[in-house]
Each structure stands twice: as C-alpha cells, then as structure tokens.
C-alpha cells in the first residue's frame, strides 16, 4: 500500500512476497475489497489505541485547553510516525470508490466524537470562540496542524525542531481561534 498506493494494491504482488499462492489469500480473504476494508481497519485501530493513550496521557492536565494542546500535538507526531501510510491513504483515495467512502463514513462518527467532544469542552471554558462551529474549529485546528505537520516532516530533520514548531502552531491557532 505504501509503495504503490490503495488503488494499485497488487494481490499477486502481496501473495508473491508473503510466500503464500493465490487460492490462500482469497481463502482468507475472500475478495480484494474486503483486503482492504480489514487494512484499513488496521489503520484505524491504531489511530484508536493512539486516542486512548492520548486521553490517558490528558486526563491529568488541569485545563480542558492543555488538554486540546496536548492531542493536536500527539496528532501531530503520530502524522511524523506514521507519515508514509497517511500519505499513501491521501493521495490515492479514490472518492468515487464506494468502498472507502463507506468505510471512512463507518468510522467517521468514532473520530469526529473524539475531537468535537475536546473542541466543545474548550468553547465551555472560554478557550474556544462558542461562536465558531464545532465542525469548523475542529477542521481548522487539526486540518491547519496537519498540513503545517507535513510541511514540518519535510523541513526538520530533528525531532526537537519538529516538536517546537508544532507547539508553536498550536499555539498560533489556539489564539486566533479564541
């Protein structure tokens, strides 16, 4: 997937480096589809257990602001660790692939709740302008931070630099969105 994409996932190719035959991938398997509904099943139980350890690691700080800090940071490394799949998935979604617009919108509601649930608690404390819709302060947080963190991978080679820069933007944001 990451060295060819979603849409030129090979079978034969998989098959041939796993040193299994053809018959033993469709037994397991069934169909190229549902190999990839359980791929990316994978993806989004780790970006699960990544938002569980994410609360664990929040549920401490004293402001629900350090909270939201602290998880679009994460979110930003886990994009540093995991930059090959992200990108691999981005570029080649393939939006008129009914496949994967209902695998994204099965598992849409599971992290669209995990991050409005933050969002909403920040517009309760003041942090967040309540004016602002949840689904936009949500898209400009982490949807700036993401494309800000792409652009941090590419730039800092060091993970210092990288941390610093994401805080930096976090931040920015978390000022203009107040």
């Known amino acids: 997937m990451i060295e060819n994409g979603i849409s030129n996932i090979s079978i034969r190719s998989i098959c041939a480096e796993a040193g299994v ?7 397991c398997f ?21 938002w569980v350890n994410w609360i664990k ?3 401490d700080l004293p402001t629900s602001k350090e909270r939201l800090e602290k998880i679009i940071f994460i979110n930003a ?23 994967l617009i209902k695998f994204v919108k099965e598992n849409r509601k599971t992290i669209d709740a995990f991050f ?11 942090y967040l302008n309540k004016d602002i819709s949840n689904f936009k302060l949500v898209s400009i947080l982490f949807g700036a931070t993401m494309t800000y963190a792409k652009y941090c991978v590419e730039l800092f080679v060091k993970e210092e630099q990288y941390d610093a ?5 976090t931040s920015l944001l ?5």
């Not at 990316?40 to 257990?49: A, M, N, S």
Request: hydrophobic share 35%.
């Open 116 to 126: 409005f649930a933050i969002v909403e608690d920040c517009k309760k404390d003041g």
């Open 21 to 27: 035959n053809l018959g033993m991938f469709h037994y």
């Open 30 to 50: 069934k169909s190229k589809e549902n190999f990839i509904k359980i791929l990316f099943q994978g993806v989004i139980q780790d970006l699960h257990d990544y």
């Open 57 to 59: 690691e929040t549920e």
């Open 165 to 169: 820069e994401i805080l930096q933007m």
């Open 77 to 99: 490394k886990l994009f540093r660790e995991k930059k090959d799949v992200f990108e691999s998935i981005m570029k080649s979604f393939d939006f008129s692939n009914d496949l």
């Open 174 to 178: 978390m000022q203009k969105c107040k």
